[in-house]
T-cell receptor, first 113, second 112 residues
């Protein structure tokens, strides 16, 4: 039962353009969502998060949008840079879940020069 | 620098042997976690601990064991009962009751 899904295994974007990574979830108890970035042979690095009381959170080039009715969130990166090439994971937690995170499968983003 | 240290980075073991993966953190975090990552899949929770001398099973605990004798340390033992142990193992920690979780750089375990 995949509670958090990232349906695009890979995404290729030209440098300077916008990258949009998508994530869907099924568990309505999830109330906190995070995006992590991962380089090969390294651990994930926290990027940005959003609480279910908000529908948008912005941090520099990164913006996360949450659509609770659709159970969908997205990460926008603008402008995209070569260093953004990595695997991006979305993750979700439920307030009653003892901080347990449920991860999506990841999307490999490649930024082309 | 504060952080999470996992050692070794690569580990090879013969089939049927138990192996212990190390995870140490100096972030003064109460909560620690172990995840497993397989190719094309997200991270799956093996075990987590919210406080010293206490831990709970995650979604895929079978074939694994942990201990939490010290706040800084949360070692994971992959036992011979784990049917498919070859994977990338990630340790994380967080402030109790808060996100985000901070990750180490992982240990890649290969069973020969």
């Amino acid at each position: 039962d995949q509670q958090v899904k990232q349906n695009s295994p890979s995404l290729s974007v030209q440098e300077g353009r916008i990258s949009i990574l998508n994530c869907d979830y099924t568990n309505s108890m999830f109330d906190y969502f995070l995006w992590y970035k991962k380089y090969p042979a390294e651990g994930p690095t926290f990027l940005i998060s959003i609480s279910s009381i908000k529908d948008k959170n912005e941090d520099g080039r990164f913006t996360v949008f949450l659509n609770k009715s659709a159970k969908h969130l997205s990460l926008h990166i603008v402008p995209s840079q070569p260093g953004d090439s990595a695997v991006y994971f979305c993750a979700a937690s439920a307030q009653l879940g003892a901080q347990k995170l449920v991860f999506g499968q990841g999307t490999r983003l490649t930024i082309n020069p | 620098d504060g952080g999470i240290t996992q050692s070794p980075k690569y580990l090879f073991r013969k089939e049927g042997q138990n192996v212990t993966l190390s995870c140490e953190q100096n972030l003064n975090h109460d909560a620690m976690y172990w995840y497993r990552q397989d190719p094309g899949q997200g991270l799956r929770l093996i075990y987590y601990s919210q406080i010293v001398n206490d831990f709970q099973k995650g979604d895929i605990a079978e074939g694994y064991s942990v201990s939490r004798e010290k706040k800084e340390s949360f070692p994971l033992t992959v036992t011979s009962a784990q049917k498919n142990p070859t994977a990338f193992y990630l340790c994380a920690s967080s402030i109790q009751g808060d996100q985000p979780q901070h990750f180490g750089d992982g240990t890649r375990l290969s069973i020969l």
